[in-house]
């Protein structure tokens, strides 16, 4: 079992939907977590952090679940520029130990 | 734009040859990595160093070696490449526990 898991996808989605993914972790003693964003054939870029308390930027929201072990991300009113692949990221270890979700794709049609 | 530039950006070898990535960084981060991305698998680390001349392994290392002379620059050797390290790599900067910055990525091909 990867320590990270995500479901793969793909999600194709219309243009206004909302659209949530989730992603779990396997180690309890995981410290921080992220969700980052990867265009085809380019390097991955910080979407958001994720805290405890949940945490909003404009269309996007994280929370964080850690009894249940488990992160996600909702994104709003989607747009065409939000097709991409959603990496979720975990640390521990101090943070030099990153585990990166294999990533989910999503696809937004008009 | 966090300043992680990574040569070449793309490589074909043949098995067997020695191979090094160069990462070059102008944002001063005491942390740097390596990983490497393969369908399914997502980004694994290689290696990573937190601080001039300090490296340490991460889950994937055997057959790469690492070094960092200077704070600028991560290098990333493949002592005698095979076909399965065929992959796009990645460096990185910054971290732990904040935001990673990323190079552009390295297209290695080993035939």
């Known amino acids: 079992r990867k320590e990270v898991e995500q479901d793969p996808g793909p999600f194709n989605v219309p243009e206004g939907a909302t659209v949530a993914f989730n992603c779990t972790y396997s180690?309890?003693?995981?410290?921080?977590f992220f969700w980052y964003r990867q265009d085809c054939r380019k390097e991955p870029k910080l979407l958001m952090s994720?805290?405890?308390s949940g945490n909003e930027d404009g269309r996007f929201t994280a929370q964080l679940n850690r009894a249940s072990q488990y992160i996600s991300l909702l994104i709003r009113d989607s747009k065409l520029s939000d097709s991409a692949t959603y990496l979720c990221?975990?640390?521990?270890?101090?943070?030099?130990?990153?585990?990166f979700g294999a990533g989910t794709r999503l696809f937004v049609k008009a | 734009d966090a300043g992680i530039t990574q040569s070449p950006r793309h490589k074909v070898t043949e098995t067997g040859t020695p191979v090094t990535l160069r990462c070059h960084q102008t944002?001063?981060?005491?942390?740097m990595y390596w990983y490497r991305q393969d369908p399914g698998h997502g980004l694994r680390l290689i290696h990573y160093?937190?601080?001039?001349?300090?490296?340490d392994k991460g889950e994937v290392s055997d057959g790469y070696s690492v070094s960092r002379s200077k704070t600028e620059d991560f290098l990333l050797t493949l002592e005698s490449a095979t076909s399965s390290q065929t992959s796009v790599y990645f460096c990185?900067?910054?971290?732990?526990?904040?935001?990673?910055?990323f190079g552009q990525g390295t297209r290695l091909t080993v035939v």
């Open positions: 990221v975990v640390t521990r270890g101090g943070g030099f130990k990153t585990i």
């Open positions: 180690n309890s003693a995981s410290q921080s």
């Open positions: 994720v805290y405890s």
């Open positions: 944002e001063n981060h005491r942390y």
């Open positions: 160093s937190y601080g001039v001349k300090d490296t």
């Open positions: 990185a900067g910054g971290g732990p526990n904040t935001e990673a910055f």
